[in-house]
């Protein structure tokens, strides 16, 4: 078939819905909630009626039952206006992928369905106080009594902690197995023996919360496991590595409205008689700044074409995420230059866009991971 960048109809109309959620709820709220750090569930809770959170739950279950393209595209739009919100409402994509990859269809009548039949929130319990790139060294402890799992340990930096329902955890049955004694297994926020720390004080998308949660002899029954004991780690990169994509998009939305912003104002602002966008020095940074975007928007649509095409895509979800969230760090920083000391300036748009490009760096695995798994499988080619 013809490579085709034609979006068809239903993606245009998922891709007008995101950007008019984006631009009349989402945007008008962006600068208060990142200056009070302030989590604004009501709009998070439209996105939700909206059809714009379980976006890759099939619809048997709830969700809207989207691929990996029409997510990119609408996470992108969301992104524009907030990456901190983007990062809540797509927070139950990472959380849910797990089941949706290794649940039994028992599991998912009974997880998925009464979660997605309401606004909930769900969290990926991954990371560590002692890393977050090594997943096969965790310490958190699943002990089997009975019928029970008692879980001890704490996660760190989890994305809507203080607010979700449920957490997909990942923990060791026996920590000397290394990855392969990690197990994946759902657990209720209200189970008792948990305890979510305080909300992080963040430098960008602090319009997203972010606590540790400890578990101190927490008991979750044994028919919340996904998949055996020590199929954990591969669902979690499995899961990785659909969602990878995703962050991409992310990026690649903050990469865009730094942009925008930038080209915008160099219309506006005049010096030396004329725009500075007429100045070669600001049109150069504004060239540069485009080709970082869209060659990020073809990355991430690549790899997620791919994924739709059920191929694996470890590497180019690497590539996609690593390249649009450093061009995002590039571009935003570039659009603080254009605007001179008024972009150093809270009042003006453009220092958010860079603190919220700053995380898309460092979550869902580093961008030094990224480079890793990138070398890694393109070696594999030619062992
Ligand atoms: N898909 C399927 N299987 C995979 C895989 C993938 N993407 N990546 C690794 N595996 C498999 C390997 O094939 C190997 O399988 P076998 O047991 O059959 O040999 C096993 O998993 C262990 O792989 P590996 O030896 O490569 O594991 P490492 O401990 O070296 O870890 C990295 C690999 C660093 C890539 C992994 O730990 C990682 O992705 N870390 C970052 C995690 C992250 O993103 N954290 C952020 C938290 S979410 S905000």
């Not at 085709?4 to 109809?9: A, H, I, R, V």
């Not at 990996?68 to 919100?85: F, K, N, P, R």
């Not at 869209?294 to 994924?307: G, K």
Request: hydrophobic share 40%; net charge neutral; aromatic share 8%.
């Amino acid at each position: 078939m013809a490579i085709d960048f034609e979006l068809t109809q239903e993606q245009k109309e998922l891709q007008e819905l995101a950007r008019r959620f984006a631009r009349d709820v989402m945007a008008p709220r962006a600068a208060k909630a990142d200056k009070l750090g302030e989590f604004p569930e009501d709009v998070y809770r439209k996105a939700w009626e909206l059809g714009l959170m379980n976006l890759n739950v099939p619809t048997e279950f709830g969700g809207s039952g989207l691929g990996e393209l029409d997510q990119c595209i609408i996470t992108e739009e969301l992104a524009y206006a907030c990456g901190g919100m983007t990062t809540s409402i797509s927070a139950n994509c990472l959380a849910l992928q797990p089941i949706n990859l290794a649940a039994t269809k028992e599991q998912k009548e009974r997880l998925l369905k009464p979660f997605c039949a309401s606004y909930n929130l769900a969290s990926f319990a991954l990371t560590e106080p002692s890393g977050g790139s090594d997943v096969a060294s965790m310490k958190t402890t699943l002990k089997r009594e009975g019928d029970e799992y008692v879980i001890n340990g704490e996660k760190v930096f989890i994305t809507n902690a203080p607010h979700a329902s449920i957490y997909t955890l990942f923990a060791t049955v026996d920590a000397a197995r290394r990855h392969k004694g990690v197990t994946a297994i759902v657990v209720p926020r209200n189970t008792p023996g948990i305890t979510v720390g305080k909300d992080e004080d963040k430098l960008g998308h602090r319009a997203s919360a972010t606590s540790s949660i400890t578990f101190e002899n927490a008991r979750v029954p044994v028919a919340n496991r996904l998949g055996e004991e020590g199929d954990g780690f591969k669902i979690a990169m499995n899961t990785l590595d659909s969602t990878r994509t995703p962050i991409g998009a992310l990026a690649t939305g903050i990469a865009r409205a730094a942009l925008d912003h930038a080209a915008k104002y160099s219309l506006q602002r005049s010096s030396f008689g004329k725009p500075i966008g007429e100045h070669q020095a600001i049109a150069l940074k504004l060239a540069d700044m485009a080709q970082k975007v869209t060659a990020a928007r073809l990355l991430v649509w690549y790899s997620a074409w791919l994924a739709d095409q059920g191929k694996p895509v470890p590497m180019e979800s690497s590539i996609a995420k690593c390249f649009a969230s450093d061009s995002a760090m590039e571009v935003a920083n570039e659009a603080i230059q254009v605007f001179g000391g008024y972009g150093y300036m809270r009042e003006y748009p453009v220092e958010k866009l860079l603190r919220d490009a700053k995380l898309t760096q460092i979550y869902e695995g580093s961008n030094e991971i990224q480079r890793l798994v990138i070398a890694k499988e393109l070696l594999k080619r030619f062992a």
